[in-house]
């Protein structure tokens, strides 16, 4: 499958991942309810916050050690890239929509609340999916299939949203296509911006000096 199926494959995945749990409701195409409250188990919220911060830690020490030049170094400067703009985008949407959260037991058509509410989208959610795309994207096209299954990250943390009532169906998808379409933009960068904003130095890899 050439590069450009997989992109747009990954594109639609968060949809086709989500048609399996979404039925009638209300809110943003119909497709808002809220889930049952569940904060146990694999969905502990600290599990969560765990993963976002191990995530955030993993590309930012990955792309110090390996450097651009190497191939799982340079897709980890691409990570970060993504991450930081999709990162930037959610929360200018948060503000802008101000949507009422699930647990604020205001509904799923509650918009432009103000301050108190910021559930559109979900900015975790972008985080994993921003994370994980340029990686995806660089893998698959090296025949690595196996490296799909990173998409179980946006996936089991938008579950974890959902379950904890903090974000709607709605959120959740704008956020793992937020993140999606951020990632495949700074995979088609052969230069990360981070590296090109940065000193020289940091990019070339920490291995390399030792």
Not at 87 to 112: C, E, M, T
Not at 172 to 201: E, F, H
Request: hydrophobic share 45%; with cysteine; aromatic share 12%.
């Amino acid at each position: 499958m050439s590069r450009a199926r997989y992109s747009v494959f990954l594109l639609l995945m968060p949809l086709i991942l989500a048609s399996a749990r979404a039925f009638a409701g209300s809110g943003l195409f119909g497709m808002d309810h809220e889930w049952a409250y569940d904060n146990s188990g694999i969905w502990k919220r600290s599990y969560q916050l765990d993963l976002e911060i191990g995530v955030i830690a993993t590309e930012a020490a990955g792309a110090l050690w390996l450097g651009n030049d190497d191939s799982l170094g340079h897709e980890f400067w691409q990570s970060i890239d993504s991450t930081a703009v999709s990162g930037v985008a959610a929360q200018a949407l948060k503000y802008a929509f101000s949507r009422a959260r699930p647990y604020q037991g205001k509904g799923p058509n509650k918009w432009f609340q103000g301050g108190c509410c910021q559930s559109f989208p979900s900015g975790e959610v972008t985080l994993q999916a921003g994370f994980v795309t340029p990686i995806i994207l660089d893998e698959a096209a090296r025949d690595h299939p196996w490296i799909w299954a990173l998409e179980l990250l946006p996936l089991y943390d938008g579950i974890g949203r959902l379950k904890q009532q903090a974000h709607w169906q709605s959120d959740v998808l704008a956020g793992w296509a937020l993140g999606t379409a951020s990632g495949y933009w700074a995979s088609q960068r052969d230069t990360p911006l981070s590296v090109q904003i940065l000193p020289g130095g940091i990019s070339v890899g920490l291995q390399k000096r030792f």
